[in-house]
T-cell receptor
Framework: DAGVIQSPRHEVTEMGQEVTLRCKPI?????LFWYRQTMMRGLELLIY????????DSGMPEDRFSAKMPNASFSTLKIQPSEPRDSAVYFC????????????FGPGTRLTVL | AQRVTQPEKLLSVFKGAPVELKCNYS??????LFWYVQYSRQRLQLLLR??SRESIKGFTADLNKGETSFHLKKPFAQEEDSAMYYC?????????????FGPGTSLSVIP
């Protein structure tokens, strides 16, 4: 198993552009999480899904951020329009259950907004 | 609200010295606590969880409910322990409770 797959691995864009990050969870995992990692704020949970349904999106910073999970094997995190302060590493993670089960993280997408 | 604090952003120790990464939490119920680790150029991964009561790579962590702490300890640090360490907490009230991560501590083991 390749584990959680994220694409792209690196993204450089200009302020105002739309950015779409993609994630493929581990097959059979029912929960999917999107995190943002910055030096200042550490690791922040943005949103998580259980069985493709968003359970908690209280961490989504503002309306410019949106996330979807159209099926069990794919999720997207979109930023529109992007701003320089969105520059961070975005991680996707999955687990069998949202409960006590271990989360498996993807390699992350390093986003730079100029 | 639940909160996890890790007072040290950076921690440097010499190889062979004991290491302790501090973690405190605020939660009135019975939480589940974890330590995750991210080595250079590797994915963030689970290191250990308090319910397992096991030692992983020489690391142990004991949940102290009185002090609301879950410090990570290793008696003799190795260079390969250099990494970013995140303490994390999960409430156990519903099956949908999310995991809350602390800000992380970057451990550097000096040869």
């Amino acid at each position: 198993d390749a584990g959680v797959i994220q694409s792209p691995r690196h993204e450089v864009t200009e302020m105002g552009q739309e950015v779409t990050l993609r994630c493929k969870p581990i097959s059979g995992h029912n929960s999917l999480f999107w995190y943002r990692q910055t030096m200042m704020r550490g690791l922040e949970l943005l949103i998580y899904f259980n069985n493709n349904v968003p359970i908690d999106d209280s961490g989504m910073p503002e309306d410019r951020f949106s996330a979807k999970m159209p099926n069990a094997s794919f999720s997207t995190l979109k930023i529109q329009p992007s701003e320089p302060r969105d520059s961070a590493v975005y991680f996707c993670a999955s687990s069998r259950l949202a409960g006590t089960d271990t989360q498996y993280f993807g390699p992350g997408t390093r986003l730079t907004v100029l | 609200a639940q909160r996890v604090t890790q007072p040290e952003k950076l921690l440097s120790v010499f190889k062979g010295a004991p290491v302790e990464l501090k973690c405190n939490y605020s939660y009135s119920g019975s939480p589940e606590l974890f330590w995750y680790v991210q080595y250079s150029r590797q994915r963030l991964q689970l290191l250990l969880r308090h319910i397992s009561r096991e030692s992983i790579k020489g690391f142990t962590a004991d949940l102290n409910k009185g002090e609301t702490s879950f410090h990570l300890k290793k008696p003799f640090a190795q260079e390969e322990d250099s990494a970013m360490y995140y303490c994390a907490l999960k409430r156990c009230e519903t099956s949908y409770d999310k995991v809350i991560f602390g800000p992380g501590t970057s451990l550097s083991v000096i040869p």
